[in-house]
């Protein structure tokens, strides 16, 4: 079946504009998560959604962070008013459960690469 | 808390050479483990996983086994090819209540095979 898909898969926006980078995941996987890769951090966890849970937000580096989840599928992270350390990578993963022997591997998405300038 | 410690790279080996990366972690329970590959502009694979104590993950010849008694996932190969070059991430996921879900990730390890 299809994998987590990802898109845009690039995109360059000027600082202080808005972005909206969306993902679909895995279908029938409960659990989705954003990561975000960048040279000087590594892979950085963001936000976790579970089911119809309040999402586990604390990755989230600031209050121009924001992502939703609608019909427990399709998720949308916002970007508000770029900045240039925005720049990196963002990573979707779903997995089946969060936990359990061999259900919670995440599956990742190929990702969407951010340049702010 | 829950974390990740991976031997950092670069790592350059001659194709059909041996490869060790370590990986050691820090939990609270018994979490399963994995390895994930990133291949040149690629998004992240899962190369091989093991949910349990000396249960040994294998894939395209890459093995690794759980050890408890030492906290280690190292990931072996017993001979690279030029095809394996990429970044390899060593993670686990959280057992923790408030964080249950996220994977903590190893820093990366990039691997340069030559011919």
């Known amino acids: 079946g299809a994998g987590v898909s990802q898109s845009p898969s690039n995109k360059v926006t000027e600082k202080g504009k808005d972005v909206e980078l969306r993902c679909d995941p895995i279908s029938g996987h409960t659990a989705l998560y954003w990561y975000r890769q960048s040279l000087g951090q590594g892979l950085e966890f963001l936000i976790y959604?579970?089911?119809?849970?309040?999402?586990?937000k604390s990755g989230l580096p600031s209050d121009r962070f924001s992502a939703e989840r609608t019909g427990g599928s399709v998720s949308t992270l916002t970007i508000q008013r770029t900045q240039q350390e925005d720049s990196a990578v963002y990573l979707c993963?779903?997995?089946?459960?969060?936990?359990?022997?061999?259900?919670?591997?995440?599956?990742f998405g190929p990702g969407t690469r951010l340049l702010v300038l | 808390g829950d974390s990740v410690t991976q031997m950092e790279g670069p790592v350059t080996l001659s194709e059909e050479a041996f490869l060790t990366i370590n990986c050691t972690y820090t939990?609270?329970?018994?979490?399963?483990l994995f390895w994930y590959v990133q291949y040149p502009g690629e998004g992240l694979q899962l190369l091989l996983k093991a949910t349990k104590a000396d249960d040994k993950g294998s894939n395209k010849g890459f093995e690794a086994t759980y050890r408890k008694e030492t906290t280690s996932f190292h990931l072996e190969k017993g001979s690279v090819q030029v095809s394996d070059s990429a970044v390899y991430f060593c993670a686990l996921p959280s057992d923790r209540g408030s964080t249950l879900g996220r994977l903590y990730f190893g820093r990366g390890t990039q691997l340069t095979v030559w011919p």
């Open positions: 993963a779903s997995s089946l459960l969060p936990r359990g022997v061999g259900a919670e591997t995440q599956y």
């Open positions: 959604f579970q089911g119809n849970s309040a999402p586990d």
């Open positions: 939990a609270t329970g018994y979490p399963s």
